[in-house]
């Protein structure tokens, strides 16, 4: 095996790993964790505020959207034969391309619209667990505002991601 086939291995396998907790963790979030948690009432609200509050959540997805993005960028080079314009016309060539576009949106996305909404309610849910006694309604309320805020933008970046996933995965059998 050459340094070039190993190379390319290893980001194959960091992109394919890291998409798969990207888009994974995504929906997770949005078809399992969420419903559970809007059917849990104030318990379910309150557990939100602890896993906003430490932040895991986000800096796995994040990381695993950066890792997955990075990785293909340089996988496109040598899987487009240097960017050869008679690849790039063919199915398979265009195919990868959207995909590839698809997946830069939903990191953009992220990194512009849904993470500044979970840093901040990171912040508020440390605002709110760090009070002694109730926390002051105009915080819950701000919470839940951000809550809603967060839900529909992180539907958007897991769709942009899921779709980059049906357009690579489209491409590997074209």
Same mark, same amino acid.
């Given at each position: 095996?050459? !340094?070039?086939?190993?190379?390319?291995?290893?980001?194959?396998?960091?992109?394919? /790993?890291?998409?798969?907790?990207?888009?994974? +963790? +995504?929906?997770?979030?949005?078809?399992?964790?969420?419903?559970?948690?809007?059917?849990?009432?104030?318990?379910? *609200?309150? /557990?939100?505020?602890?896993?906003?509050?430490?932040?895991?959540? +986000?800096?796995?997805?994040?990381?695993?959207?950066?890792? $997955?993005?990075?990785?293909?960028?340089?996988?496109?080079?040598?899987?487009?034969?240097?960017?050869?314009?008679?690849?790039?016309? $063919?199915?398979?060539?265009?195919?990868?391309?959207?995909?590839?576009? /698809?997946?830069?949106?939903?990191?953009?996305?992220?990194?512009?619209?849904?993470?500044?909404? $979970?840093?901040?309610? *990171?912040?508020?849910?440390?605002?709110?667990?760090?009070?002694?006694?109730?926390?002051?309604?105009?915080?819950?309320?701000?919470?839940? !505002?951000?809550?809603?805020?967060?839900?529909?933008?992180?539907?958007?970046?897991? *769709?942009? !991601?899921?779709?980059?996933?049906?357009?690579?995965? !489209?491409?590997?059998?074209?």
């Amino acid at each position: 095996m050459t !340094a070039l086939q190993i190379y390319l291995t290893v980001l194959r396998i960091i992109h394919i /790993f890291s998409a798969v907790t990207w888009i994974g +963790g +995504g929906i997770f979030l949005l078809s399992v964790l969420s419903p559970t948690v809007r059917d849990a009432g104030p318990d379910g *609200g309150r /557990f939100m505020l602890q896993v906003a509050k430490y932040g895991r959540l +986000g800096r796995v997805l994040t990381i695993s959207s950066i890792l $997955t993005v990075l990785a293909g960028i340089l996988l496109y080079y040598p899987t487009t034969n240097g960017l050869d314009q008679a690849y790039l016309k $063919t199915a398979n060539g265009i195919t990868l391309t959207i995909g590839a576009i /698809f997946g830069i949106l939903a990191l953009l996305h992220g990194a512009f619209v849904t993470g500044p909404i $979970t840093r901040k309610m *990171g912040v508020i849910a440390k605002q709110i667990l760090d009070q002694k006694g109730p926390p002051p309604a105009d915080l819950l309320k701000e919470a839940q !505002a951000l809550g809603m805020k967060l839900g529909s933008n992180s539907g958007i970046s897991v *769709g942009l !991601a899921s779709l980059a996933l049906l357009f690579m995965a !489209a491409a590997q059998t074209i």
